[in-house]
């Protein structure tokens, strides 16, 4: 036993404080669960609160993400599967992530409190769940693309071998998709941290509700003009995001790695030390040879009380899964599953229906204009973005070595949200004598300048080694190799990132026209200032239009506009025909 404990190394020791700090973090954050329910709960602004503050976020963020995994499994698998659920789903996918945070914040919040009416059950959950709201969506996306796009003889080598359903689903469909997972799994973290002050602080009514968390912690601080304290929540969440990068984004980038289809990824792999140091702990494996022998001494003792059950077990373990795997039954539990949402969406439209027929026609015409005027933030947003994001996703997507060295900084960068700085933006803009009209646009830039980004580098590192070697041998120029290789190789990816810029910038349009920074409330006419402004007061037929207003002004352009250029952009300038 003694000779054992000694081998036990460092890693293993950093294993066990890792156990214990998880159990320690879950303990204190259901603590919050149970606490009695009240509003505006004081926020301690003290240097010392903050960790704890933090471990809260965190709780909330991550908590959030396994219920958008699940989501996005479960998802992507029903839509890959059935056609006519992907033909019920995808379309409603596409309506649910153009609604803002704030268009689910009252339902939540309102309902969730009913049921738990004397403690923090209600709120936190409410936060929790509009965290996923911004997180789940683009997961249940990538999954279902990675399903879709699956090479047809691995599922028929799965059918050979007479691979289950279940097998097949977690052997093969799941480590496929699981690189897209992750790194949608990056950005989805990004997504709910970028609406984390409006989670932990918000209004509603005139009421103040507030849930202790470093987004808390910077409402308040802005809210008394704090400044050394404001630097601190920037401090507190700029460390938050390195060390999650650091401790399991980065080490589950490198895990995945074993699942790539192909072998054509270039350059040295990616590597992480954390990764390198934990698999140098012997707990791990010594745990598993433990769990191995007590599972076959428990199989060698229940053997004898198997043979009674031998005839009987069968039918009542295979039988329920037999009847589903059923093409009869696999066709009514899809129509079963498509009416049951087609019958919570009538539901919710006719609500939806009875409070927008509340509003008169000045209030239509005033949605309208505000409705205008976001617009064209928008679309600027989306030029000034474009304007720096492109060449410089060029310059790092076609130099291996910059990208390894900027990436990780960048993304770490794009991971912070953009609210915390909004006020502090502001403020310098008043200063310089530029109004809020004119800085709501540089607001939506903060906010979706780096889909772009992401998007034109990922592209441009992804073009063919033969390509640039031909731009080499015909000896071109660097502005004819931009002309005729990067810029056509980026245009779909840059299509792609407009549709995802946009949408911050919708998205952030909420918090970017209607801010409250140094104790005064600051706002400029726009969709995203009436919808703050009816979510603060309450005014929910108001809040209703201006958020079905919202949804069918970004559908209706992604329909149209986008996917058609999308479409002309693989066609056009496509790697593949």
Partial sequence: MKRSFRRIGLADVAILCLLGGVIAGV???AREF???????????????????????????????????YLFALGFGWAAAKSRAAERLLLPLLDILQSIPVLGFLPGLVLGLMSLFPTRNVGLELAAILMIFTAQAW???LSFYSSLKSLPVPLRDACQVAGWRASRTFWELEVPAAAQGLVWNGMLSMAGGWFFLMVNEAFRLGGRDYRLPGIGSYM?????QGNVPAMALAIFAMVAMIVCLDQLLWRPLVVWVEKFRLDESGGGPAPSSWVLEFLRRARLPRRAAMLQLRAYRSARQAARPLERPFRAVGPVILRAPRRAFEHPIARKVGAGLLAAAIAALGALGAWRLWLLVGRLGWAEWGELLAAAALTFSRVMGAVFLST????????????????????????????????PMLFPLVILLFERIGIGLGIGAVALMVLAGQWYILFNVISAVAAIPQQLKDATAAF????????????????????????VTAAGGAWNGSIVAEYIDAGGALRTTRGLGSLISDATAHANFPLLAGGIALMSLI???????????????????????Q
Avoid: C, K
Wanted: aromatic content about 12%.
């Fill in 387 to 418: 304007a720096w994001a492109l060449p410089a996703g060029v310059v790092i997507g076609r130099s291996p070595r910059l990208a390894r060295a900027l990436q990780p900084v960048i993304q770490v960068v794009a991971s912070f949200p953009a």
């Fill in 475 to 498: 000896r071109l120029r660097r502005l004819a190799r931009w002309r005729v290789l990067y810029l056509p190789a980026a245009f779909p990816a840059l299509v792609t990132g407009w």
């Fill in 138 to 140: 683009n997961l249940a």
């Fill in 27 to 29: 303990v204190a954050f």
């Fill in 34 to 68: 149970r606490a009695p329910l009240a509003e505006a709960v004081r926020i301690d602004l003290r240097f010392g609160a903050l960790p704890r503050y933090a471990l809260f976020s965190l709780s909330r963020g991550v908590t959030a993400l396994v219920i958008s």
């Fill in 219 to 223: 409402s308040v601080a802005l809210d």
């Fill in 554 to 576: 970004v559908v209706g352009w992604n329909r149209v506009v986008w996917h058609s250029m999308m479409e002309w952009a693989r066609s056009r300038f496509g790697l593949v």
